[in-house]
């Protein structure tokens, strides 16, 4: 099983909400990603945990709040975005951080902020 | 810096060609990495390399790390409308001290529309 699923497939919020991404892998893997991607551009990366704990942030803005319950799950708390922030936002996961050949996608959420 | 240059930016051709895009970049890279995107999906991996001079097929795709180790090609043998979407090639970005943290350096990706 080399699947990682992501919830919900297409988010809609206001400037004003509080909302979640979520992730989920079991393929055993101990580093888990947040990617932001715009339309026909690459991904690019926002967070890496690793065993659990926040590893990397990359200079994202405080209104991004990762989280990482245990070793499967991986959620993006999101709260007074901007419109700017729309994008698919993806997750992805590796069996150690640093092992790219073993980096798996999700399908990503299709995020719009209005 | 770690950049990667991936051509051509976008590709129209008929169903039964043969497609060919490649990488390059001024730094050394010890693995290269070629995805594939449908439209509102996530990357897909399709080719891993991990030696210069690695030439590695997964169907009807072919890789190649380059000599140099700052360059590679993926090649599409007859393709097909399913073959559709965007390929990104990649490698580990590397910090000060040459570790990779797991991020990864995407070239800026090759559109392929195919007619069938």
């Known amino acids: 099983d080399t699947e990682v699923t992501q919830t919900p497939k297409h988010l809609v919020m206001g400037m004003t909400n509080k909302k979640s991404l979520k992730c989920e892998q079991h393929m055993g893997h101990r580093a888990m990603y947040w990617y932001k991607q715009k339309a026909k551009k690459p991904p690019e990366l926002m967070f890496v945990y690793s065993y659990e704990k926040l590893s990397i942030n990359e200079s994202v803005p405080s209104r991004f709040s990762p989280e990482c319950p245990n070793s499967s799950l991986l959620n993006l708390h999101l709260h007074a975005l901007q419109p700017e922030d729309s994008a698919l936002y993806l997750c992805?996961?590796?069996?150690?951080?640093?092992?790219?050949?073993?980096?798996?996608f999700g399908p990503g959420t299709r995020l719009t902020v209005l | 810096g770690q950049q990667l240059n991936q051509s051509p930016q976008s590709m129209f051709i008929q169903e039964g060609e043969d497609v060919s895009m490649n990488c390059t970049s001024s730094s050394i890279f010890n693995t290269w990495l070629w995805y594939k995107q449908d439209p509102g999906e996530g990357p897909v991996l399709l080719i891993a390399?991990?030696?210069?001079?690695e030439l590695t097929s997964n169907g009807r795709l072919t890789a190649q790390f380059g000599i140099t180790r700052k360059d590679s090609f993926l090649n599409i043998s007859a393709s097909i409308p399913s073959d559709v979407g965007i390929y990104f090639c990649a490698g580990p970005y590397l910090n000060a001290g040459g570790t990779s943290y797991g991020k990864l350096t995407f070239g800026q990706g090759t559109i392929l529309t195919v007619h069938p």
């Open positions: 390399l991990y030696k210069a001079g």
């Open positions: 992805a996961s590796s069996r150690r951080q640093g092992e790219a050949d073993t980096q798996y």
